[in-house]
């Protein structure tokens, strides 16, 4: 299973690596420390507390005053294939992004639960808001 550093995971979920250490020593997210001291995050771990991330809302949060960009980055929260088609879910910080694609590019990707995984969105139409 893929393990990220407290950095790493912070970037996956949208945050600065003190929020994510801050989160580790409240027990939110599970560590633990590899040879060299360094803390550690399962991916399936990361994958669970993405999830549980993006469904708390960002009611108390700043309003963002910036365009998004095209690829969100993020963790790949669940997998299911089918026999030629498969779909595979993304947490991007607090977006959750769905996309299908074949069985074999799954498999190809090595995409499973805990990877990481950038979600990239091609569209005709693109809706800007300032909150």
């Known amino acids: ?3 990220y550093t407290i950095g790493q995971a912070a970037q996956l979920l949208g945050v600065s690596p003190d929020t994510a ?9 599970a560590t633990r420390r590899d040879e060299a001291g360094r803390r550690l995050v399962d991916g399936r ?4 507390f993405s999830i549980e991330l993006g469904q708390d ?3 108390n949060d700043e309003p963002s005053y910036t365009s998004a960009r095209n690829a969100f ?5 669940a997998v299911r294939l089918g ?4 779909q595979v879910e993304i947490q991007a910080g607090p977006h959750r992004l769905v996309s299908m694609l074949t069985r ?3 498999e190809e990707l090595g995409f499973e639960v805990g990877v990481r995984a950038t979600a990239r969105v091609k569209s005709t139409s693109v809706h800007i808001d300032r909150s």
């Open 104 to 106: 074999e590019a799954v």
């Open 45 to 48: 771990d990361l994958a669970a």
């Open 57 to 59: 809302g960002n009611e």
């Open 73 to 77: 980055p993020g963790i790949v929260t």
């Open 1 to 3: 299973m893929q393990s």
């Open 21 to 29: 250490r801050r989160w580790a020593d409240a027990g939110r997210i």
């Open 83 to 86: 026999d030629v088609a498969a």
